[in-house]
């Protein structure tokens, strides 16, 4: 086994322990701790990166998401004031049309992308370079770039309206 190998499953696992631990945080309760977490994640994924030789992607997502986004998240959770939050209760239906739901979604995705013929015919690019970066990302990719946008934008308004307080 190759040490890129290690390399590759110690980031993979520590991606996947640090996002399980930003929904389900079993130390706290309190949001600063998930919202640490997801930073953490977010690491682990720009090793990913680094070790698929994508240096460029790894510092845009150490800088970008990992300092701008999160400062914005943290900054948006410092503004509500929140407290240490109380265990909910959850409601059998919503958990359950929750998850079906989900589960509707992630089936027609996965039909989605099996089905386009995404990734076929692609040919190795050049390592390193920010303007060829930029023309297949603005061209040839804007459509997924939009839609990373927007579940960006959905992600935070979650974030607000999972962390309001409930008004009795």
Avoid: W
């Avoid at 600063?32 to 953490?40: E, I, K, Q, R, Y």
């Amino acid at each position: 086994m190759a040490i890129q190998d290690i390399f590759f499953y110690l980031f993979a696992a520590l991606t996947l322990l640090c996002a399980f631990l930003v929904v389900a945080n079993p130390f706290t309760r309190n949001p600063v701790t998930s919202a640490m977490f997801l930073v953490l994640s977010i690491i682990s994924m720009a090793g990913l990166f680094v070790l698929l030789h994508a240096f460029f992607l790894a510092a845009v997502q150490v800088l970008v998401y990992a300092g701008a986004v999160m400062v914005l998240f943290l900054f948006v959770i410092m503004l509500l004031d929140l407290k240490e939050e109380t265990a909910r209760t959850f409601k059998t239906f919503g958990v359950v049309t929750g998850i079906l739901s989900v589960g509707a979604l992630a089936a027609i995705a996965f039909r989605a992308i099996a089905t386009s013929g995404v990734g076929t015919g692609l040919q190795p690019q050049a390592e390193g370079s920010t303007r060829l970066l930029g023309r297949l990302l603005f061209k040839d990719y804007l459509l997924p770039f939009e839609i990373v946008s927007v579940l960006l934008l959905v992600a935070m308004v979650g974030a607000i309206l999972l962390s309001k307080k409930d008004i009795k």
